[in-house]
């Protein structure tokens, strides 16, 4: 036996019992501890040099401010644009010699030009003498890495005040946030602790920007929005979540932030559930730049098929003429069966696109399952599209959801739905469905019952006859089933299992109780279809 300041240890079940249930809260709040994420917006070090990412420069020359030699293969920061060549030499006296965009400043000094020489962007004109900058094939002229202004050489430099430039309601300027250090797994991180909203009109943006979407073309755009903004607000959402991105907006409350959401249908849902779960006292505008596969949401909004690489400043000026809709939004309740007199949880989930049962849901249903077992086959926007069609195809001939009206029940405002032979049924919430369809509208040759708005409160409910019928619809050459338009929804899955989407989300659902009402709105931006140029 042992004695333990005063407490012996007799080994008898109570003690054991005490003793393993300290153990287990010891370990839980270790783990706690070692996994613990600040909630508030992880930033990069202050003066730990420039962030780097290796290109090829083949549309235009441009030399190395270190060395001052052309080069084609090298390296440049995404926050400023300084360049290098691929020598390590000329990379560190970059780091050590070139100053990067300061991510904070003392408001006291002022906001003033920072200047980087050479490679500049083609066709600017010198701010003092109107000409045309970089006339000669050599590292010459300057650039002001917050306004965009340039200069040449000899002409004298604008007066020194920066006041960033055309972009200035939307730069968060450095002057105005201030910067602290906190402990993540045992490294010190700076995180944002401050932000102090400059004097005039002001709509800071902030660009969520996830990587992996669209060929690749994720990571483009965070290098060109952190180019023109300050890259504290621009943030990769693979890196940083959502919750802790927007958490910057809870340091200026009365401010009215523009979040630019650049991905997916899926993207775009993920930061608004964000945007929800942090109740924000000012909710944030919501623009989309399409980089995934269907952008079914984006196409509602006039925002095009998909970004291709379009120049990123024509992409802003969009978005500033843009006007500002309530769009809905649904909530969709799950209340499956139990067995043996088991409940089973009710699962909640948020509809902004589109809900479906049925043979459409099953064509994404298996495009979702070997996604997953070979991830490297669907990296490509065209290619995935052929997938979708490949699918589509194989389940004209299976029929797997044949017979579907025999399976589910359909209420929609109390009323039960008459249901014909049908293979889908399909709860729209916007004007695009599966890559760019409009299924209420249908062909355009039958009269529309009642017109369709993502801010009426109201829901479409089509039926789908088959995967055929599909195929029909997304060349306009047939006419959805249009069952019903209403405020509240109620499904009932009487047996089997059927597979089943939300926002293109798929699984199998068992039978339940599917019920979908009215969610808070969101502020979204919305193109006038005149404007749409990305189609």
């Known amino acids: 036996m042992m004695n333990i300041f005063g407490w012996e240890w007799r080994g008898d079940p109570f003690q054991c019992t005490c003793g393993t249930l300290f153990f287990c809260c010891l370990s839980w709040l270790l783990i706690k501890i070692i996994f613990w994420r600040p909630p508030k917006l992880i930033v990069r070090e202050c003066g730990q040099g420039h962030s780097w990412y290796g290109t090829d420069f083949i549309d235009k020359p441009t030399y190395c401010n270190s060395c001052k030699d052309l080069f084609v293969t090298g390296h440049s920061c995404d926050s400023c644009g300084v360049y290098s060549c691929s020598e ?33 962007p083609l066709c600017r004109e010198c701010e003092t003498c109107g000409d045309f900058c970089c006339r000669e094939p050599r590292l010459m002229d300057i650039r002001c890495v917050w306004c965009q202004t340039t200069c040449h050489d000899e002409c004298s430099k604008p007066s020194s005040v920066c006041h960033l430039g055309k972009y200035q309601k939307w730069i968060i300027p450095p002057s105005s946030v201030s910067l602290k250090s906190v402990w993540v797994k045992g490294v010190r991180k700076q995180v944002v602790k401050e932000i102090i909203p400059p004097d005039g009109p002001w709509q800071p943006m902030l660009v969520l920007a996830n990587r992996k979407s669209g060929d690749g073309m994720g990571q483009s755009v965070l290098q060109k929005f952190r180019y023109l903004l300050n890259p504290v607000q621009v943030v990769d959402i693979c890196e940083v979540p959502p919750e802790a991105a927007l958490d910057i907006c809870k340091l200026s409350p009365d401010t009215q932030y523009f979040v630019l959401v650049c991905g997916g249908d899926g993207t775009v849902g993920w930061v608004l559930a964000a945007i929800d779960k942090l109740k924000l006292k000012t909710k944030p505008v919501v623009g989309v730049l399409p980089l995934g596969t269907g952008n079914d949401f984006a196409r509602s909004l006039g925002w095009g098929s998909g970004y291709a690489d379009e120049d990123i400043e024509e992409v802003l000026w969009d978005m500033s003429r843009a006007r ?43 495009f979702h399952k070997n996604r997953e077992q070979n991830p490297s086959l669907f990296k490509s926007r065209l290619f995935n599209k052929a997938w979708y069609l490949g699918y589509g195809t194989r389940d004209v001939f299976e029929g797997v959801c044949s017979k579907l009206n025999e399976r589910i029940a359909i209420e929609v405002d109390g009323k039960a739905l008459e249901l014909p032979e049908l293979e889908g049924v399909v709860l729209l919430n916007i004007a695009s469905w599966s890559s760019g369809c409009d299924l209420w509208a249908g062909s355009g040759l039958e009269e529309i019952p009642f017109q369709q708005s993502p801010s009426d409160g109201l829901i479409e409910v089509c039926g789908l006859y088959s995967s055929l019928h599909v195929g029909r619809l997304q060349v306009a050459l047939a006419d959805p089933c249009r069952l019903a338009q209403g405020k509240n929804v109620r499904i009932v899955v009487k047996s089997g299992f059927v597979p089943t989407q939300c926002d293109g989300e798929p699984w199998e659902q068992s039978p339940c109780i599917i019920s979908v009402a009215a969610h808070s709105p969101a502020n979204i931006l919305q193109r006038e279809p005149e404007d749409d140029v990305f189609s």
């Open 88 to 120: 390590e030499k000329c990379i560190e006296n970059a780091d050590k010699q070139i100053a990067c965009k300061s991510l904070s400043l003392s408001k006291s000094g002022g906001m003033k030009h920072h200047w980087i020489r050479g490679n500049l």
């Open 324 to 366: 500002t809709i309530s769009h809905d939004r649904w909530c969709v309740s799950i209340r499956n069966y139990g067995y043996f007199g088991i409940k089973r949880p009710m699962k909640k989930l948020i509809m902004n696109c589109y809900f479906s049962i049925g043979c459409d849901a099953a064509v994404v249903l298996n």
